[in-house]
């Protein structure tokens, strides 16, 4: 029963196509009986004819007798075959020609339907990932302000706690964008601005704003533009620092120079790294690797950013371990 209820789609789409063609089929082998039967009254026809010619004396013009023998003319008989053959034919060919059209519209409507359950899998999968990501700031900073409220504290454990506080907070603010910047893509209303900004002074700033800045190593020089909205470069960077972060076992090197009239970003961690074949994945929403958290929008956001800035985004394994994210932006 489980079976069943999980392949009904297919199932039922590929009984319809089967009865439909089985129909079309016993046409087919219905109209070549008939056919056979006419071709047959045909061939009697014929011979009652020769017979009464005999018997009568007289002639047709399309027979022939000779040395005693009579027959249809032969071109005639030719024609008939060569009509016979074009109706089988044009038969022959309507009927693939229509289980082309049922078997495409089938699997147009299998290939929805999958896209369906797929569209459902990746919302239920949303849905639990965005719940958790969301809980966990919330809960830490609930947790943060009521030991704040409820007990006397040293300056340093304040500040720790309020440090945790903030960081919880920006981690929520992150989700929370990177939601409603997915959206905006999705919806197509987003419009790319005519803009362009110091990436390595985004960077940098971006940079000293992190608790983490201790571990994030930046090679830069010191300035240099690319033609993307300022707002769009820290999200870039929130996205691509903070899963560097997430994998890493030590400093996350950040990148930025100009390499063949492009400008190259690289986010370079020590962690597991990237199976080969998930390379190319973890760019899809609502993709994620099975030990990875998050929502899986993260670097498919990042694509998308770098796309709108006529750029490319890429993932390989680092060298001797680790993964590596390569952004080309073309200069601002």
Request: with cysteine.
């Amino acid at each position: 029963m489980l079976f069943l209820k999980k392949n009904a789609p297919r199932i039922l789409v590929g009984g319809m196509f089967l009865l439909l063609a089985a129909q079309l089929i016993w046409w087919l082998t219905f109209f070549r009986l008939k056919q056979k039967r006419f071709e047959q009254l045909e061939d009697a026809l014929d011979e009652q004819r020769i017979a009464l010619m005999r018997a009568s004396r007289g002639s047709f013009p399309d027979i022939v007798c000779n040395d005693g023998k009579c027959a249809v003319r032969p071109e005639i008989l030719a024609e008939r075959a060569r009509r016979h053959a074009r109706e089988m034919w044009m038969l022959l060919s309507e009927t693939m020609f229509v289980l082309s059209v049922i078997g495409y519209g089938s699997w147009l409507v299998f290939r929805s339907v999958q896209k369906e359950k797929q569209l459902a899998r990746e919302r239920i999968t949303f849905l639990n990932s965005i719940a958790h990501e969301l809980k966990t700031p919330i809960a830490g900073t609930q947790l943060a302000l009521q030991t704040l409220q409820k007990r006397s504290l040293s300056p340093k454990q304040r500040s720790d706690l309020l440090n945790a506080g903030i960081e919880n907070i920006r981690r929520l603010s992150s989700q929370v964008e990177n939601v409603l910047l997915s959206g905006e893509m999705e919806n197509a209303s987003f419009e790319m601005l005519s803009q362009s900004c110091d990436c390595v002074l985004v960077l940098h700033t971006y940079v000293a704003r992190l608790p983490e800045k201790d571990s994030i190593h930046v090679e830069s020089p010191h300035s240099l533009k690319v033609s993307l909205p300022q707002h769009l470069l820290e999200r870039l960077y929130d996205i691509l620092i903070q899963n560097a972060l997430v994998h890493a076992r030590g400093a996350v090197t950040v990148s930025v120079r100009s390499e063949l009239s492009e400008v190259k970003i690289t986010v370079a961690d020590n962690g597991p790294g990237i199976p080969e074949s998930e390379l190319e994945n973890i760019f899809k929403p609502f993709y994620r690797l099975s030990e990875a958290r998050g929502t899986g929008l993260g670097l498919y956001l990042a694509r998308q950013i770098v796309t709108i800035g006529h750029g490319t985004l890429t993932a390989r394994n680092n060298i001797p371990r680790g993964a590596l994210l390569e952004v080309r932006l073309p200069p601002g």
